[in-house]
């Protein structure tokens, strides 16, 4: 297990497309406040980059979803360490680290969505399509790659890399 020696994603490239998503998400989220819904872990560090580049003032809240074991999507997705966002009439935005087979997002979105949002709208860093098994996109992707184990920039293997600042290959995954 190691890591591509050149990032898949560099760590500036990153940044200048995180900038550009917020000023997306600020035309079309624009309104009193925005009520950031921010997958932990792995979207954390994207979200508190993403977060300060917004004009529009913007509130976290934190959920937590598992599904994965090493490199395996398994089982049921399972949802704890809600902080319970407001969300009824609200403009919410999902922040997630990447869309891969779509089920922990999926299920995520149907929890808040039966909360009658205002607007809903979901924020990847990363979409790898080619994994997709439920019928799910995102509004605004960073960077769509093709079907690789991913990690760093919150992006772990068995909470390993999440620390660096760039995107890499896991090698042998
Ligand atoms: P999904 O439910 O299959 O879309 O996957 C959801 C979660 O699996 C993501 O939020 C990640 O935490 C994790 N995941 C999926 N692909 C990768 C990857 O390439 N690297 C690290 N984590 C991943
Ligand atoms: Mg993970």
Redo the contacts with the bound molecule.
Sequence with gaps: MRLSDTPLIAADAIQRRVAELARLVDVDLAGPELVAVV?LK?AVIFAADLVRHLATPTRLEFVRAR??QGTE?AGP?ELTAHTAPPVTGRNVLVI??????????AAILEQLRAQQPARLALCALLD?PA?RTVDIEADYVGFTIED????GYG???DEQFRHLPAVHVLEDA
């Design positions: 997958v792995g599904s994965y999507s997705v997630e680290d990447i869309l891969d087979t779509g089920r922990t997002t790898k994994r690789r184990f991913v990690v992006l772990d293997y």
